[in-house]
Every structure is written in C-alpha cells, then in structure tokens.
C-alpha cells in the first residue's frame, strides 16, 4: 500500500481554517463556526475527520464532507505523489487507493500508469491493457480532464462491441457467479468485496450500458454459470438491460439484475462504505423490481419487500392502486414458509410463477387511478422571502413530453385539489384517487428526507452559500435537457436532470431566465489577446481586468469594503461599444452592449442592476437622459449597496432590500461630471481614434469581431475555476499597489488610490487566465503604470473645476459687469456682502439667452451639481438674501458662493 497520512493533512487544514476556528480537544475539534446557521457548533473527530457536522441537527442539520470542503487534499495527485523512476506508478497508485479505495496488493499488475499526450498537454493516467494491442486509460487530476475535455482514453480502433475486460489470469469455473459491470473500476469493486466481506464473485467489464459481453458468456454456456448483471441504476445502464437479458435468457442461461440505491456507482458506494451482504441483497430486489414487466408483477416485488394491505404504485407512467386481503401474509407464508419472501430476489432458481399466482389471488384487479406519474423531485424556497413550492416530474401514459411543475402547498391540500392543480399544470392529467392513496403518496414523496433547493432572483454568486448559478441558454435540439451551470470551490458544475446544481451540501438554483449564457463548448485558446490589444490598446487590457475584478465583486467588497466603477467614454468610431460587446461575450452574453436609463423607469432600473450578482452591469448614456442623476449611484461601490426596498406580504413592516452586488459601468459620449464623491469612485478610461492604422485596422477589427461568445466564454470558465488563485493573487497585487501608489502622491485622495490599485491588481491575475506568455511580466508593469496615470488624472480633475464650471464663471463675469443701465451696480450678484456671489439661476439663463450665450442652454443640469464642488468660487449653500440689485430689502432665492477661497465662511 502507498503510505501517506491524509486525515493528517486534513485535520491540518480544518485547524487552520479561520472560517470555522475550531477549539481542539483531545478528540476532537468543537464550536466550529456554522456556515448555515453561525452558530458555534461545528464539530469533527480527529480520528475520523471524513465529515463535519453541526450539533443542531433539527433547526440547522448542516453537514459537509472534507472532501467536498478541501478538494486541493483529495487531487492534485501528479505534485503531491509524482512518479519516480524507482516508483514509475506512484501516482497512478496513489490516486486508485485515496480516490477510488482500492487495495493495490489486490489490483497488483492490472495497470500501469500512462500518459495521455494532446495539444501539448501531458497528463498522468491509469493505464489498462484490454488485449493485444487495446487500451483504456483514465486521467488522474481534474485539471488534465478539464483541459483534455475527457476522463476517459481508448487506443485507436478498439471496437468493444461484445467484448470485455477481464484481470489477467481470469478464468471461470462451473457454476461461478459472473458480475458484469459498465465500468472497469467497478468490476474491480467486486474483487475487494471478495475479501471485505466474503464474497464469490468474478467480475468483468463491458465499457458501457449498450455492451454486453457476448463473448464470454457464449464461450461458458451450459457452465451453470449466474451471470449477475451491474450496470449503472440511471437512464444509460437501464436502456438496454431488457435486451442484454433476453439474449442471456435465450442461451438457457440464468441471469440476474443487481443495481445500485441511487445514482452512485458501485465504486462511489464502495468508497463510501455503503457495501455490505445486506446492500448486495437489497441489489438484487432492485434488479427485479426494474424488470417487472407490468404493474402486477411490479407490485409483487414491492409487496415481498413490503407486505402492506394497500399499494399505491407507479407503472407504463401511471398510478395504480392494489387492494389485498388481511389473511394475504399468513396465507402465502403458511404456502412458501415464514421469511421466505426474500428468498425470491436472492436465489436465482426460485418458482417466481406460484408465488406470483398466489400474489394474485389475494390481490384482484388493480385500479388506474391517474394516467400521468407524479414523481416528486424537491422543494424550491425562496431565498429572500421563503416562499416554497413542490417540484415534481410529470411523465404521462399518453406519451406527452415530461414536463417539470412547481405546486403549492394548497395544491397537494386534498385529492381534488391535486387533480385539479394537475389538470391546470399538464395535458390530461388528473388523480382520481382517494384520501387513503393521498396519504399514501404524501407519506412516500415527504417523510424520507426532503432536498430544498435554494432558489435565487438573480443570476451570478450567492455569498450565503459561495456559488455561482447561471442559466444557460436553450438548446434548440434537445429543448428538455438540462441547461444551467455554476461553479463552487472553483469546480464547473452542471445542473441535474431535475434541473439544479448541487454544490456539496448544497442545492441551488438560480430563476432569472431574463439573462440566459453560452455555454462554452471549445478548448480554451488565449491566443486571440495580442490581437484583442492591438484593436483596444491598453485601454482593453484595463476594462478587462476591471471585467474580471467584477466576477469577484462580493467577495472583495466583504474583504476591503469596496469595488469601483469604471466609465469608458469614447468619440464616434473608437470602438468603445465594441470593446464592451467583447467584454460581454467573455462571460457568454452575446449581442449586447448594455441598458440605457431612458428605456425604462427607476423601478425598472433597480431590477435590471439586482438581475446579477459578480456581474457586470452597464448603463448606457446616461448623460441622454434628464431624470437620470449620477449622484444616486455613490452606494453602489460599497458592500451592501441599496437599489430599492420594497414591503414583505404579510410580514408587517418587514422589508426586501434589494442590493447590488455586481460591477457597474458607465459607457457614454461625456465624461462624467459629478461631485468629489462620485469622481472618486470611478476609474475612467477614454477611447480614441489615434492608433487606427488606414487600411490595417479595419481587417484587425473584423477579425476580432468574428470571434463569438461560445469562442470567448472560456474565459468565464477559467475565470471562476480558479477563484482561489484568482483571489490570492489579487491580495498579493492589492497590498503592493496600494502602498505604492499612496507612496506616488501621498496629498491623493485615498479612494481614488485604492480604485486604482484594485483594478491594476486584477491586470496581474489575468496572467493566470492567458499565461505569462501571452500576457508577459512587462507587459502587466507597463499596464500597471498605465493605471497609475489615469489616477494622476482622476486626482487632476478632482483638484481642478470642470470645463463647465469654467465655462459658468466665464458668463458669470462677463455679464456680471456693471453697465450703462445699471448705475453702476452688479447684473447678477445679489449679495449686499462683499465676500459672497448670490446668483439667482433663472436669471442667469434669461441673461445668456439675451447675450446669445448659448453654451450652457442644454447642460444646466450637469452643471448645478458641479458647482457644488467647484473649486473657484466655493459653494456656500441655496437660500434667501437681501438683495441689492432688487434692493428695499427684498431678497431674492440664489445660489450663494465664497468670492474669495481664502476668506472664512460667512452667513450670507
């Protein structure tokens, strides 16, 4: 066996892991920190540290595998256990004993560790030799699978089809029990329950749930040989199970079905611990029960295991109700003997035909009471408002499409209403049965154990449970399949067939089909960033580090408070809505650019921001639109930010605070003008013509432009796979940057330097995505200065008045001058005090019209914000003065401003 402590490694990482900040003992480790209810009450044993668990088991139940917890300790099998020329199979080893259980004194020269080579990459695998001149192999860390966009490997031209594998030196005997497994690993499984627990079985593969192997049983007919049928309990291992025991049964041979509880395979329940003689038993009525040929046979295999008076089951899609006499049990027992019943799924020679005559007798006619089958899925809860339903498959008699519906608790309150919820929710649907079946039904779907998925408004991260949840775009060919994806401890994650990610201990999904992603479906190249450079310049490169920053909003807004915003501004023909169409097909939208605030009203807005979390929101031209105003926007940087709140429904005065927790971007033809707080919180780039070559551009452009998102969402992918590097490598940046750039120009505004720092920090990690070699160490220092003077320039604007400003004061003074018709007084300053301007802005516009000034006609809605802030003539405050233009003492309502900076603040 190859040694290694892994209980150690993990009990090490629970210890340091601050999340949970555990208390030793000396057996175990308590008050952990619980993620689902924050209670101190997580606890593990040291000896046996395979799980955690919270001491809550009825108000929280929280409980997660280590593995699940610290994935790094269960992989990465090539670093921690590498080959050696003296232990050329260390790794292949290693891997097969942590990762699959096996015992290598059993499996001892039934392989041999390989390497699959493709597009450069060269990826450790477990080398099996099928027969001369085949073989499989299976790659070994999930990096490799993910690049090779394969687990498995088989040498060219190997026609499988009613062959198997066997282990060297395989041979059957009379009267031998046969396992025929889909795959090799769990043929293996069978050879170690041989010396678990006693067992006696031989065991071969047939490569998968269509393939049988022929061969070998035409070669052993006659042998009295039980050939024991184990493929997988799903869709895949059932399809052709019928097929494979008609030829079995048609050579005179016996044969028996042995399936799996679940969707595990044998060599998932074996590492699990679940085997033993009463599993394998248990196998066996499974096997019979998937092969009962209508719903009485069915119905005697479910009554052997469970002899109720009453049976409610499923059958051809439909529900069915038997009735049997009470004497029924004691009657076929006094028949075939007390505790008999079993004996008719173990023993493959048993009279099944008198048993089920006599089943028959008791039992009558069965009754249809529904032609569809509801076969209960999960419950769906509402993150926010807690809201629930009941999710099940409806699969019909009538040969409908399945369709999937969500039902309400008043839905399932009584045999009519259930029916009726049927036939409002499918085609032909009804229950006809009574309250006892009801009952029955409801006892079957919810005292074993329900799983409540965890349903989101939104698309992107939940920080309550650290997964992402996407939905993906409909596949127009298979329009039932399962679509949506995620990712959780940097792992891809693909929704099951009932249409949910499971994320460890969690289930979630997200239910904002408003925005809908592709799903990549190429291998990863990174060779399209030079170009991508050369038609955005470094502007690209920046936006594109801000863009990845965004994927990780949340998670740097707990940790440092904040994230900015960025504004990409740009004259006609730069390629700013290009850039940010690219932008978008990196993470799988295609075809979009942004929305505007004039297509829709402020309710409208605040939806459309909350729509995605650690996402990108951009809000197009927002300088067209006069209710739109740049000043609300200041909350949005921070942890937390509130778009909206809205009353609960029956909750009293609870509300929903809608926040946001994504990245916003301002994408418009002006910059934006705003007071010290709103500039401070962005990072601006502004894109230019200047670097169009005549002739060269063009062709660079179209090319850049042919690339679609299924070609760019790659990116995504590698992005949030590795979210732990990511963000490692971001503190690292962040911490170096920050202290940097505040060293640059100590008298800068704090924000403005951390912004900067933040976004060039994310320029570092998006080497990790391309590689240094497209995106080189020089590269990422001339970036990094690049971002450096765009804080200069920010701090610049901050410390100066904007155009506009300028532009008023101008105005102001030019007809502010005293003239012949006004006697020597000022035509615009109302203010009797010398150190005070008081402008009254009605009058200010009428005189510009009369001077045909007509600069500021359209932009005194910028401009009032502005002059809040300016710097020339400080903003004192709106209000009444005693005015001596209009003198007698009467006032007039104006805009009052310092006349002189250095003067102290008065009372106008």
Known sequence: MFHFDRDAEIVDALRNDHSFSFKETSKVLRYGRCPECNRKSVWVKIEKPGRVFCDHTDSCGYTETT?????????????????????????????????????????????????????????????????????????????????????????????????????????????????????????????????????????????GGSNLARNLIKENVGRD????????????????????????????????????????????????????????????????????????????????????????????????????????????????????RSHFWTEPDAELSSAMKVFAGYSGQPVQISPVYPEFLYTEEDSVTRDRWYVFRITFKNRSQPRIISLTAGDLKSPGAFSEALKDNTPGGRFNGDANDMEILEKRWFDYGINIVRTLSFIGYDKDTGVYAFVGEDNPNNPNAPKDFGFYNSSMLKSNQMGYLQAGNHSIKSNANDIKLTRSNKQWTPDWLPLF?????????????????????????????SWPFLEVTGEAGAGKSAMLNILWRLVGRENYEGDSPQRGSNVGSARGMAQASNFPFVLLEGDADSKFNVEELKPLTDYGGILRRTGLKKRGTDTDVITFKGGLCISQNNMVNGSEAIMSRIVHLHCTRDHHIPGESDIWFRKMMNLRAEDLCGWRDLALENEGRILARFR????????????????????????????????????IIFSPKYLTNVMCQHLEEYVWERAQDREKRRRTDDPLVEQFWEYFEHMNRPGSDSFGRDRLNHSIKPEYIAIKMTEFEAMCKQHNLNGLSTRMRDLKPLLKNNQRHPFVKIGNVKSKILGNGETAYCWIFEKDPRDKKKQA
């Open 533 to 561: 450079h050369r038609v955005f310049t470094d502007k690209g490169i920046v936006a594109m580090a801000w863009w990845l920053g965004t994927l990780f909003a949340e998670q740097v807004r707990k940790e440092f408070k």
């Open 732 to 767: 690292k940046e962040f911490a170096r940057l920050e202290i940097e750039f505040k060293r640059r120009n100590s008298k800068m505004m704090i924000r403005i330097a951390e912004f900067h720092a933040m976004t060039a920090a994310f320029i570092h990690c998006l080497q």
């Open 225 to 340: 040989i039980v050939w024991v049928l184990a493929y997988d309990n799903d869709n895949g291992g059932l399809k052709h199970l019928s097929d494979h025991i008609k030829f079995i049964e048609d050579l005179g041979e016996t044969v028996q079905v042995m399936l799996c509880r679940g969707k595990k395979d044998w060599n998932e329940e074996y590492v699990d611990g679940n085997l033993d003689r009463k599993y394998l038993n248990e196998s066996l009525w499974r096997g019979c029960l998937s092969q009962a040929k209508d719903e009485k046979e069915k119905a005697f295999w479910l009554w052997l295991r469970n002899p109720l008076p009453r049976l409610v089951i499923d059958h051809g899609n439909a529900l069915w109700r038997f009735k049997l006499s009470d004497k029924a049990l004691s009657d076929f027992e006094e028949t075939f003997g007390e505790d008999s």
């Open 67 to 207: 593995r699940s917890l610290y994935p790094d300790l269960y992989e990465n099998y090539v670093e921690r256990f590498p080959a050696t020329v003296d232990d050329p199979n260390a790794t292949a080893r290693a891997y097969l004993e942590e990762a699959r259980g096996f015992n290598s004194g059993i499996i001892a020269g039934w392989y041999s560790q390989g390497c699959f080579q493709s597009n450069g990459l060269m990826a450790p695998t477990v080398y099996i030799k099928l027969w001369e001149g085949a073989f499989e192999e299976r790659l070994i860390d999930k990096n490799h699978i993910a690049q090779a966009k394969r687990k498995n490997n088989y040498s060219r031209n190997t026609p499988k089809e009613d062959r198997h594998w066997q282990p060297p030196g395989f041979t059957l005997e009379e009267g031998d029990i046969c396992v025929i497994t889909e795959g090799i690993f769990n043929a293996w499984v069978f050879y170690h329950l041989n010396q678990d627990i006693q067992t006696n079985y031989k065991a071969v593969a047939a490569f």
